[in-house]
């Protein structure tokens, strides 16, 4: 059965620290997405990325990066210099599109907070 | 930019209550979901709908049902309300499964 691990409840920094947020995941899948979402303290949920199982390439966008293995099948997210407008809560989730689940399977989030 | 709307961003009922979550997009996506927020929990899938007319039970959909008359709309309907649903309720759209889904701005509901 699909699951999301997301073993950080919580991560407090001071600004400009660097930060990773882990994410494992099962599957028997062997085609799936993985998606990192972000929810500032207002509850939007604001998509962030999306990675399919065939592409190991990392992604980095500003100074957000993702690390994905699967290997160790982890999904890991990295924000460098970190800022105070970063402080929300992070949800990794899973997607297995060819099982019928159409929904998306998700961690139970990472609460990181930036101290200035 | 794909819009989901939901109609009330705090809602207070009373036990015993039938309540209304209404749920609008506006992007012609088939697939729609309601989601239930609580700390430490996640996200967990109630109901979703992949057509007009259609729907599936989720994760944990003991204590509610659904309805999707019109492929832009999906509502979730709490037939007797009980203050272990007080929670936040979030609504999602997407196209094919394996796109991202969008959401809206929530719901929190709270059963006195």
């Known amino acids: 059965a699909q699951k999301v691990t997301q073993a950080q409840t919580e991560i407090s920094v001071v600004e400009k620290e660097d930060v990773t947020l882990d994410c494992v995941y099962e599957?028997?899948?062997?085609?799936?997405?993985l998606f990192w979402y972000k929810q500032p303290p207002s509850g939007e949920l604001v998509f962030l990325i999306r990675?399919?199982?065939?592409?190991?390439q990392n992604e980095i966008s500003g100074r957000y990066s993702w690390n994905f293995q699967k290997s160790t099948s982890s999904f890991n997210f990295t924000i460098t210099a970190s800022q105070v407008v970063d402080s929300a809560v992070y949800f990794c989730?899973?997607?297995?599109?060819?099982?019928?689940?159409?929904?998306?399977?998700f961690g139970s989030g990472t609460r990181l907070q930036v101290q200035p | 930019d794909v819009k989901v709307t939901q109609s009330s961003r705090y809602l207070v009922k009373r036990t015993g209550e039938k309540v209304f979550l209404e749920c609008v997009q506006d992007?012609?996506?088939?697939?729609m979901f309601w989601y239930r927020q609580d700390p430490g929990l996640g996200l967990r899938l109630i109901y979703f709908?992949?057509?007009?007319?259609?729907?599936e039970k989720g994760d944990i959909p003991e204590g509610y049902s659904v309805s999707r008359e019109k492929k832009e709309r999906f509502s979730l309907i709490l037939e007797s309300a009980s203050t272990n649903q007080t929670s936040m309720y979030l609504c999602?759209?997407?196209?094919?499964?394996?796109?991202?889904?969008?959401f809206g701005d929530g719901t929190r509901l709270s059963i006195l």
């Open positions: 989730a899973l997607s297995e599109p060819y099982t019928g689940r159409r929904a998306l399977t």
């Open positions: 599957t028997r899948d062997t085609t799936y997405y």
């Open positions: 709908s992949y057509d007009v007319k259609m729907k």
């Open positions: 999602a759209s997407s196209p094919p499964p394996g796109h991202p889904q969008h």
């Open positions: 992007m012609d996506h088939e697939n």
């Open positions: 990675r399919n199982s065939f592409d190991e």
